[in-house]
């Protein structure tokens, strides 16, 4: 059974503005998906609707079995782990140690057990010597690590990261790839919203294209970027590395820079 299903959701602000139609999708434990589409696509509100966030106009959301209706937004927030697009929105800690342990602690963890996932969150995520640092000591990029500790410490089984790359250098990207890797290793549900399809295609198997308040394709990042159809609908470029290979005219279909080295 999916941990987190969408059956025939529709959602609208407005009598007139239909954001999502009719939308259909499921994710699995252990799966890493990548939603990519263009501003106004649907993709926030999508993913808003999992977290119980907005309430669909029509439709079912289920989280592990149960519809989120019958549920409160706590309890979802619970299963389901939100890092907003900016890391803003959720700071409000003096100290980044606050921050992350202020979610486990409000369910009820104390004492030793409260430090070690602040500890196990920090490591994870870059952060463990500046634990005792203000949050707005940091810029904007890596203020985004403390949201997703902040989650990890709180141990959903559902994250969902909302532009997790805005922003970063090379580095952060790279640690914000093991984050994926470990917490799917782990049996987590991952869900990224993003725009930068040259992370995608390194780090994810799985693509959703929102478009014209739908579904326009699923399927693997060979599937999607390749399908040049799909792209110039949706208004997205693919990886540099695919067009840099379609310059070479190669008859591979690299997705990433190893791949790529390896055509050449």
């Known amino acids: 059974m999916a ?31 990548a939603i990519v589409g263009q501003n106004g696509a649907g993709k926030t509100t999508t ?15 289920l989280i ?8 409160t937004t706590a ?3 619970q299963q389901v782990g939100y890092a907003f697009q900016n890391p803003d929105d959720q700071i409000f800690n003096n100290s980044i140690r606050k921050e992350i ?11 030793e057990a409260l430090e070690k ?18 949050p707005y000591n940091f810029p904007y990029s890596l203020r985004k690590f403390i949201t997703i500790a902040s989650l990890v410490a709180m141990d959903p089984d559902v994250y969902i990261f909302d532009e997790p790359t805005a922003g970063q250098d090379h580095i952060s990207r790279q640690r ?29 198997q799985r693509v959703v294209v929102l478009s014209e308040h739908k579904i326009l394709r699923d399927g693997t990042p060979q599937e999607i970027f390749t399908d040049t159809d799909l792209m110039t609908r949706a208004n ?15 008859s591979a279909v690299p997705l990433t820079v190893a791949e790529l080295v390896n055509a050449l």
């Open 236 to 250: 997205i470029e693919p990886p540099a590395v695919l067009n840099i290979a379609n310059q070479a005219r190669l």
């Open 64 to 71: 592990n079995g149960h519809d989120s209706r019958e549920l």
């Open 47 to 61: 993913v808003k609707l999992i977290n119980h966030l907005l309430i669909p106009s029509q439709g079912q959301v």
């Open 101 to 111: 342990a202020y979610g486990p602690k409000e369910n009820g963890i104390k004492g």
């Open 176 to 204: 914000l790839a093991g984050i994926i890797k470990t917490l799917k290793s782990q049996g987590k549900c991952i869900i990224i919203i993003t725009h930068d399809m040259n992370f995608v295609a390194e780090n994810f």
């Open 117 to 134: 996932k602040v500890i196990q969150a920090a490591e994870l995520t870059g952060l463990r010597d500046f634990l005792d640092e203000h």
């Open 3 to 33: 941990i987190v299903e969408l059956k025939n959701i529709s959602f609208s602000y407005t009598p007139e503005q239909e954001i999502i139609h009719d939308l259909s999708l499921a994710f699995d434990s252990g799966s890493a998906t």
């Open 75 to 77: 309890k979802v927030s």
